[in-house]
């Protein structure tokens, strides 16, 4: 799995953005059960999810996003999306896509197998 994260960049205060990740998966690949998750990281800061979504559907967010966030995905695409409102200097960050075989759970990053290289944040005031 082959993950390729953009649509980062800068924005002021109130403005906002969808990332985009590319997932490329190699031939053969089968895992039916699987999650999709995203992550940031601030320097100084550990890395925390933000949102996930599960091959059924299911959606979770972090409190700090909840209600101004919104994850999805473009299976014909083969494209992840966040997209993230209001953003405020909070928000500043590298974003980082991700993915894990079977059911989401909590956000634990050490929990996926996968990550993309991530796209930076940067929210001014």
């Known amino acids: 799995v082959h993950l390729v994260e953009s649509g980062g960049g800068s924005v002021q205060t109130g403005g906002s953005l969808r990332l985009s990740c590319e997932v490329s998966?190699?031939?053969?690949?089968?895992?039916?059960?699987?999650?999709m998750g995203w992550f940031r990281q601030a320097p100084g800061r550990e890395r925390e999810g933000v949102a996930s979504l599960g091959d059924d559907g299911g959606t979770r967010y972090a409190d700090s996003v909840k209600g101004r966030s919104t994850i999805s995905q473009d299976n014909a695409k083969n494209t992840l999306y966040l997209q993230i409102n209001s953003l405020t200097p909070g928000d500043t960050a590298m974003y980082y896509c991700?993915?894990?075989?079977?059911?989401?759970?909590?956000?634990?990053?050490?929990?996926?197998?996968?990550w993309g290289q991530g796209t930076q944040v940067a929210v001014s005031a």
């Open positions: 998966k190699a031939s053969g690949y089968a895992e039916d059960l699987y999650c």
């Open positions: 991700a993915f894990k075989p079977g059911f989401c759970g909590t956000f634990s990053p050490g929990r996926y197998t996968h």
